[in-house]
């Protein structure tokens, strides 16, 4: 079991930036794979991004060039940097984390991650 906690939301102007983390404890993060998704109100969660353990990584098309995610195993984290903030990337921002094998590719759906955070609530102002 691994326990996954998200921080680093807030209010943002348009153009901003903002670094979410994903602190894992419980077991280590380096057995997992991790994805960031993220559900505004009214609409259903959506993907934004994963990195598999050995970091291959995967991005929604609308957030291509904009966000970076990154993992540090040994801070038991993972990030998801997100720049040139829009007022549709307002949103409850969500990392969730799945047992991986190294050489799995990035996974898309949230049905295949077994373990998620709490969420952090980020708003971009136009």
């Known amino acids: 079991q691994v326990r996954l906690v998200e921080s680093g939301g807030g209010l943002v102007q348009a153009g901003g930036s903002l670094r979410l983390s994903c602190a894992a404890s419980g077991r280590t993060l380096r057995e997992f794979a991790v994805g960031w998704f993220r559900q505004a109100p009214g609409q259903e969660r959506e993907f934004v991004s994963a990195i598999t353990r050995n970091g291959n990584t995967a991005y929604a098309d609308s957030m291509k060039g904009r966000f970076a995610v990154s993992r540090d195993n040994t801070k038991n984290t993972a990030y998801l940097q997100m720049n040139s903030l829009k007022p549709e990337d307002t949103a409850f921002y969500y990392c969730?984390?799945?047992?991986?094998?190294?050489?799995?590719?990035?996974?898309?759906?949230?049905?295949?991650?077994?373990?998620w955070g709490q969420g952090t609530q980020v708003t971009v102002s136009s």
């Open positions: 969730a984390a799945r047992r991986a094998i190294v050489t799995e590719s990035p996974q898309t759906q949230a049905g295949s991650y077994a373990y």
